[in-house]
């Protein structure tokens, strides 16, 4: 809650936006914590920031925990700031209990999670894990063309560490789940297997475009005869994939767009998930054949584009299994689930045995400052990360 009066908005959320004034003094504070809690605080070349806890064991690899610190612009108080906030609050119980774990254990706070003031989300992360490079990272401009690697100077978070992948033994993430299905369930911890992938599509569909009333039905080529028919078969694989199948339309454009003209063209936007990567492929090539037939049912010239595609991840089963047992030894109830959202997880799975915990949020609203999770729930998340810290860092 303290961390929360840093950008704090009138209707209770948080616009902490990265590498913002605000986000400078959020990062700030959370350094005095950790160095208060004797940790060392490292930032690398992209800012992100790693505290660490010594460990017994001379070059041991670490353990690391966190999330990130920035919010969207009508943000919440919990959405990354959580699993920050989680993995200082492990620290402090480690250091309030006189516990040495063989392992050095990290806290890490990666930059630009959120992606709404520099384009694409995920992005400290990324350049650690290699999905992008420094200077790309460097060079994204938000609205006011202020290049992030000018803001990250210009707030002292121009770091010097390589950012570059090192070797972690685990990584954990806890987070509010950002959906309705713990809540929902009466569920305190989710357990989460990975992170969904996902297909971004456009489907363009080129018809003729005609008068609203002399041209008769039958002689139209309308490319929302075939529209319609390719939305239902997206959303009927969708549902034929359950309970993890997602299929989203959320953009159409017609051209040339006029109330009284049949248009020649649609562009309808689609997004397909689902966390298995064959049942995903499955989804998209039936979604592709469904294109072809509903449009030469219709008459219609179809062509699908693909915009960005995200492979679905899977987390270490031997971590997955290690925060089921820590749930269910500390007696609360769990379920697992996969995450719908892409997380800083995303990225350090590719280079860390990962995975993440999750706690519920009221009606399951994020991205909203009415986000909000109860104490209990938040502490419960807590313990699990506790536990399981715990086990890797002596392990
Ligand atoms: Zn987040």
């Not at 700030?28 to 914590?33: A, H, I, V």
Request: aromatic share 6%; net charge negative.
């Amino acid at each position: 809650m303290r961390m929360a009066q840093i950008g704090a908005t009138p209707k209770g959320g948080c616009n902490r936006q990265a590498l913002t004034d605000e986000d400078k003094a959020g990062r700030d504070l959370f350094c005095r914590w950790a160095r208060e809690a004797g940790c060392t605080v490292t930032i690398d070349e992209i800012g992100n920031v790693f505290a660490m806890r010594p460990g017994a064991a001379p070059g041991a690899t670490p353990v690391l925990m966190g999330s990130h610190l920035d919010t969207q612009a009508t943000g919440g108080r919990f959405d990354g700031v959580y699993g920050v906030m989680a993995g200082l609050e492990v620290v402090r119980t480690l250091n309030d209990n006189g516990i040495v774990t063989r392992r050095p254990v990290e806290i890490a706070s990666w930059t630009n999670e959120e992606g709404c003031r520099f384009v694409p989300a995920m992005l400290g992360s990324g350049v650690v894990a290699g999905a992008f490079d420094l200077q790309y990272a460097y060079e994204r401009v938000d609205k006011e063309g202020r290049k992030l690697g000018e803001e990250l100077s210009r707030i002292g978070y121009l770091g010097s560490a390589p950012a570059r992948a090192r070797p972690f033994h685990a990584m954990f993430e806890a987070h509010i789940e950002q959906g309705p299905i713990l809540e929902q369930s009466a569920t305190t911890i989710g357990v989460v297997t990975g992170i969904q992938g996902a297909y971004w599509l456009d489907v363009i569909l080129d018809g003729e475009a005609c008068h609203a009333g002399p041209t008769p039905m039958g002689l139209r080529r309308d490319p929302w005869r075939a529209a319609t028919a390719i939305i239902d078969s997206a959303f009927a694989l969708a549902e034929g994939h359950a309970p993890w199948g997602r299929a989203t339309i959320g953009d159409i454009k017609a051209s040339p767009g006029a109330r009284n003209t049949v248009p020649n063209r649609l562009v309808v936007s689609v997004d397909l998930r689902h966390p298995q990567r064959d049942t995903l492929e499955a989804m998209m090539a039936a979604f592709k054949c469904n294109v072809v037939n509903s449009a030469s049912r219709a008459r219609i010239d179809s062509r699908v584009e693909q915009v960005w595609f995200m492979p679905p991840t899977s987390f270490d089963t031997g971590l997955v299994e290690l925060v089921d047992a820590a749930a269910s030894a500390l007696g609360y109830s769990r379920t697992r689930l996969v995450s719908g959202a892409g997380h800083d997880s995303l990225y350090t799975a590719q280079f860390a045995p990962t995975t993440m915990i999750f706690v519920p949020c009221a009606g399951g609203l994020s991205h909203n400052e009415a986000e909000a999770a109860t104490p209990a729930d938040l502490a419960a998340g807590a313990n699990v990360l506790l536990q399981v810290v715990v086990a890797a860092a002596n392990g």
